[in-house]
């Protein structure tokens, strides 16, 4: 796990698998973002915002927390970014990982406390 991964999990306040099958896992985390953030820098130096790759990262993160392995994204669909991210904002996510093997599809969502949809999408990830 590199320096940023690390980082970026010590932003992770809580994760939590709600429901699990052999063939589905569905996850939920909560993220919060200092200001001091790696991730904001560079990006808008002015008015910080999260980048979108960053989001992504976080979904990652989260289903390879949920699954105790590391995972790739191979391919990301339908994946719509309609709010901005600003440091000391919270984040909710939801996963729901459905396994093809070896491959895992995710649906996501990513919220903010008061409901509004940040992004949502869909994503394959094959184990590393």
Known sequence: MNHFERELL??????????????????EGEFYFPDS???????????????????????????EQALTQRLF????????????????QTIYATLKLNFVNPEADCDFQLKLPDGQLISNGSCVFTPR
């Open 10 to 27: 010590s932003c992770c306040i809580d994760h939590r698998i709600i429901n699990r099958d052999e063939n589905y896992v569905d996850v």
């Open 37 to 63: 953030f790696s991730g904001f820098r560079g990006h808008f130096p002015q008015a910080p915002v999260l980048p979108a790759v960053i989001q992504l990262t976080m979904i990652r993160t989260l289903a």
């Open 73 to 88: 994204p191979t391919s990301y669909g339908k994946t719509k970014f309609r709010r901005v991210v600003k440091a000391r």
